[in-house]
């Protein structure tokens, strides 16, 4: 009956390479031999008239439990700020168009804090959240850590038919005009 138990672990083992091996095709393509053309990457789709995505502009709010700090961080998708022992990546910034309702504010943040596990290790970064972040419903994703608390404040960008960057904020209901 031991032996039974002996081939468990290369189970284990047989059924983690065969996950890695899936993981490197990408789900989203579709090899040739079955759409019969050649496979391209998606790109992402750009509305005429919207905000680009290199384009938009975050605003990103940053409090330090331990002395009562906060800031914002006004940052474009793909760049990262660091501020003293905190990166905070951006990767996409979203918000819903005017005529969509509910209205929502959203962004892809990295976190990534410089801390020690104990005292007598060396300082390393290690990511403590990558996910999205929304200003209207903060405990849908929390950053949990005991000494950063991060948030989404705004997300500025254009949609079809408005002439400039327009923030969350600046939406207001025309139903009084």
Request: proline share 7%.
């Amino acid at each position: 009956m031991r032996a039974g138990f002996a081939f468990i672990p290369l189970l284990a083992l047989a059924a983690c390479a065969g996950e890695s091996e899936r993981r490197e095709a990408p789900s989203d393509e579709v090899p040739e031999e079955l759409t019969g053309r050649p496979v391209t990457k998606a790109e992402p789709v750009q509305v005429e008239g919207a905000t680009p995505l290199a384009d938009r502009v975050a605003t990103i709010g940053l409090l330090n439990k331990r002395n009562n700090l906060s800031q914002e961080i006004e940052m474009k998708p793909g760049e990262a700020r660091r501020v003293d022992n905190v990166v905070i990546r951006l990767e996409s910034c979203e918000r819903t168009a005017p005529w969509e309702m509910p209205q929502q504010t959203g962004a892809f943040v990295q976190v990534l804090v410089e801390e020690r596990e104990s005292a007598d290790e060396d300082l390393t970064w290690r990511k403590v959240f990558s996910g999205w972040l929304f200003k209207n419903a903060p405990s849908l994703n929390v950053v949990e850590h005991p000494i950063y608390d991060v948030w989404v404040k705004d997300c500025a960008m254009r949609f079809p038919g408005q002439e400039a960057p327009v923030s969350s904020d600046d939406n207001s209901d025309n139903s009084d005009a």
